[in-house]
């Protein structure tokens, strides 16, 4: 299970990286305005996600 946890923090590391990467390319026009909100909400939420996957994953490698 601590395992599956761990590569699961990998994949959104690397989601991270792509939604970044979206977010810093696109480029500041007033017509890119949602898709750079759309993005950062993305980001913030996957943040989220991560922050509970990695405290999870610490409560497991306390307890093990």
Known sequence: MLEKLKEMLKSLESVEGSLDDAFYSLP????????????DSARDELYTLKEDLEEVTREIELNV
């Open 28 to 39: 500041e026009y007033n017509a890119n305005t949602d898709s750079r909100t759309y993005i």
